[in-house]
Nanobody, 128 residues
């Protein structure tokens, strides 16, 4: 089993920045991809960003949703078993609960079903 704990959410103004963290524990050797998804009230959970996870991977793969490309940056610290999401130039439409996810197959994925483990979520609210 893998446990994921997100942190770093909060209330900010449009244009501000936040950095989300997701710490993984347990069978972290079974993780090959990690991603961030978000869910706004009344909407389905949507893909935000994903990254390859294994420390032995020499080539770093990362993907972003079009809506966050150029504003958000995903990164990882394998020594700390932590993935980050740096969010800059935040907009009110970015308001959502942000979820961290981990999956057992190499390579980033934008599909929710490709992730086996999920965190509890952290709220991000961007005011105008």
């Amino acid at each position: 089993q893998v446990q994921l704990v997100e942190s770093g959410g909060g209330l900010v103004q449009a244009g501000d920045s936040l950095r989300l963290s997701c710490a993984a524990a347990g069978r972290t050797d079974s993780i090959y991809r990690m991603g961030w998804f978000r869910q706004a009230p009344g909407k389905e959970r949507e893909f935000v960003s994903a990254i390859t996870w294994r420390s032995g991977a020499r080539i770093l793969y990362a993907e972003y949703a079009d809506s966050v490309q150029g504003r958000f940056t995903i990164s990882r610290d394998n020594a700390k078993n932590t993935v980050y999401l740096q969010m800059n130039s935040l907009k009110p439409v970015d308001t959502a609960v942000y979820y961290c996810a981990a999956g057992p197959v190499f390579g980033p994925s934008q599909t929710r079903n490709d992730y086996d483990y999920w965190g509890q979520g952290t709220q991000v609210t961007v005011s105008s």
